[in-house]
């Protein structure tokens, strides 16, 4: 909960000390990591799920650290919360207690969150980090080169258990450079953040209160399959006011529907096209960039006919000027056909180049450093605003696109639709 919400809480369950001693001991609780000794609660009490397993690995920015939290497997159900409330002894104020208990799940009813910690080194070589976050256990979205997809959906995130990865990863486990700050947020992690909406717009709520956390807006960044229902949604909320320079970053990952639909079963509810005329829009709604996210797969998605069809629907009708870059002979092999089935104004974003990492079991190699940096030529010819996101975590599966324990794959996965 917010702080004003954690004061109101604290006040009707008349504990002494009011609203300043509320929002001192709120404060205290996200900025440094204090228990709230009032509320006679341990940290899993909390519902900060406990870390269970921690990797590192070595990146030329620095040490990348991915960790694991338990939660239930199972939401907490409304009889779960009421029993576990009439289990208290007298006088523990559960109504004050910050997020919701797990029920009685023991360890077999549990699954597990995983959260990257990224380090980052900035133009003037200060060190910073940027956390990735999870906002479901699984994911329903099924794109076929991804790690998480293999698991399907096992649950959303609730708010508490979305704001518990970033407390966790700020006061409970070893960052190889504690002093250094966690500065950004991205929810990059297992899951769809837009088909856990509600959730995840509470959990940034709490994490940018500046009673709390006090993340600045501009540090967080949602990232979409591209479900255009829920940009839509995301559209009305950065309207709202402390909300329009929230970042958003689409993972397209393909140039044309025929590759798009093939690995991700997303674009047969939302075409390109579609996805297209909501991002022109975007800008109007937001000030914040927007990112386009492309996995560079090798054999599927980075030939230059490829990166030519990728300018194509980045710049729309105003391709045509684009076309100058090329001497006579050069142009790349598409035709008027590919620019106007893309009407409207170039897309005012950045496209991110990720090399593919590998899931397990993956029919698909990673890129070569070479394959990867001609891709990048091959789009800034083509005049698109282009960068290469530099692979960290790889060998220890906390890359992008390879969270997710398939010990916890669920039998069955929901069928998408619009
Ligand atoms: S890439 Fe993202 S949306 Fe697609 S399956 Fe993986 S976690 Fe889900």
């Known amino acids: 909960m917010t702080g004003e919400e954690f004061a109101q809480r604290w006040k009707q369950s008349g504990i002494p000390g009011g609203r300043p001693r509320a929002l001192e001991a709120y404060a205290a609780f996200y900025r440094e990591g204090v228990l709230i000794p009032e509320l006679k609660c341990t940290i ?3 519902g900060i799920g406990a870390v269970v397993r921690t990797h590192t690995s070595e990146s030329n920015e620095g040490t990348v650290l991915k960790f694991t939290q338990r939660v239930p497997k199972a939401l907490p159900t409304a009889k779960s919360q009421a029993a576990a409330s009439h289990d208290r002894q007298p006088g523990t104020p559960t109504s ?3 997020p919701v208990q797990g029920g009685s799940a023991g360890e077999d009813a549990t699954v597990e969150t995983e959260s990257v910690v990224i380090p980052m080194v900035g133009r003037k070589r200060e060190l910073s980090y940027t956390i990735c976050v999870s906002s479901q256990v699984g994911c329903a979205m099924g794109c076929v080169f991804c790690q998480t997809a293999q698991m399907g959906l096992l649950r959303h995130l609730k708010p508490q258990e979305i704001v518990a990865q970033w407390w966790a990863a700020r006061h409970a486990v070893q960052r190889p450079d504690a002093s250094a700050p966690i500065d950004n947020i991205v929810f990059m992690g297992m899951g769809e953040p837009l088909d856990n909406f509600d959730n995840v717009m509470k959990a940034i709520e709490i994490l940018t209160d500046r009673r709390g956390p006090a993340i600045a807006m501009r540090r967080i960044t949602i990232s979409t399959v591209g479900r255009v229902d829920g940009i839509e949604r995301l559209m009305e909320q950065v309207q709202k006011p402390g909300w329009h320079q929230l970042g958003l970053a689409v993972s397209l990952n393909a140039p044309s529907d025929a590759v798009r639909s093939g690995i991700m079963p997303v674009n047969r509810a939302w075409n390109m096209g579609e996805l297209r005329k909501r991002l022109c829009t975007w800008g109007s709604a937001s000030r914040a960039h927007l990112c386009l996210e492309y996995v560079l797969i090798p054999g599927v998605n980075d030939g230059p006919q ?4 990728l300018a194509a629907y980045v710049h729309g ?12 002979g050069e142009e790349p092999g598409f035709d008027d056909a590919q620019v106007a089935r893309y009407p409207g104004a ?3 974003g950045l ?3 990720i090399p593919y990492n590998p899931r397990e079991q993956s029919p698909w190699r990673a890129p070569t450093d070479e394959e990867a940096e001609q891709f990048m030529q091959w789009l800034r010819g083509l005049g698109v605003y282009c960068k290469r996101r530099r692979t960290k975590g790889r060998d220890q599966m906390a890359a992008c696109g390879q969270l997710g324990n398939l010990a916890y794959r669920r039998a069955s996965k929901k069928p998408l639709t619009k």
């Open 346 to 348: 170039s897309l005012r």
């Open 44 to 46: 899993e009490e909390l």
């Open 351 to 353: 496209v991110n180049l």
């Open 317 to 328: 009708e105003e391709f045509e000027n684009r076309r100058a870059l090329f001497g006579e």
């Open 306 to 309: 490829h990166a030519a069809e």
């Open 96 to 98: 004050v207690s910050l």
